[in-house]
């Protein structure tokens, strides 16, 4: 009830239910987990998958590294060939040799990345990681291999096997249905990034082995 000139009342604010401060904690310290470590060692934590332009701008990035290093082996060998006089001969042959190379050495830089850490130089720049589709763990060498038949088959005919990745939702083209892969987000942290965030988990008052109630309980006792 109001008497006259006195503003009406307004209700109290409920208290959020032990459920809602449950789901509201669980998905905070998700979050900050996932700042520290990556979405992709995190259990249950939201993947973010990485669309085409990016993963084109990343492979852009590859490319040049890998031609780069085949232009500077290349000029080593013609210099050398120059100044031993090789006949034309057995130039054809170097030159048949160092396109087999140049084929070993771009096919083995992404299937060694990929079975490695799961990023390419590239893909370190660009902020992606591959990742196992099931489990969100690195890949094995074979699934490497594997996938890199796949990124071979998927530019036949037209780039065909790319155009896949606009029609699922997780952005997943030939390569990845031959990998078993999937391709997510992997920002880059720097160590003072990484040293805060341990200190703010580290000053957490979370305690995973008490639910939120108790814990709200707690907090209380010691007010």
């Known amino acids: 009830m109001t008497t006259a000139g006195s503003s009406p009342q307004r209700p109290k604010a409920q208290p959020p239910t032990p459920s809602e401060l449950d789901t509201a904690t669980n998905r905070a310290q998700v979050e900050a987990a996932v700042r520290l470590r990556g979405s992709a060692a995190v259990k249950g934590a939201p993947q973010r998958y990485v669309g085409l332009i990016t993963r084109l701008l990343g492979f852009a990035v590859d490319v040049v590294i890998i031609n780069l290093v085949a232009a500077f082996s290349w000029a080593v ?86 155009v896949l990745g606009l029609f699922n939702e997780r952005c997943r083209c030939l390569l990845d249905v031959f990998g078993d892969t999937v391709v997510i987000d992997a920002p880059v942290y720097t160590v003072a990034d990484r040293r805060r965030m341990a200190r703010e988990a580290a000053t957490s008052q979370y305690n995973p082995r008490h639910s939120a109630a108790k814990q709200r309980i707690k907090s209380d006792d010691e007010l």
């Open 77 to 162: 060998v013609a210099l050398t060939m120059s100044a031993l006089n090789v006949p034309d001969s057995v130039d054809a042959v170097i030159v048949g040799i160092m396109a087999i190379l140049y084929l070993i050495w771009a096919g083995g830089y992404f299937v060694a990345f990929w079975s490695g850490t799961g990023q390419t130089p590239g893909a370190r720049a660009l902020e992606f990681r591959v990742v196992n589709a099931e489990d969100g763990k690195p890949i094995k060498l074979g699934r490497a291999v594997a996938r890199l038949a796949g990124m071979v088959l998927g530019a036949i005919p037209f780039f065909a096997g790319y």
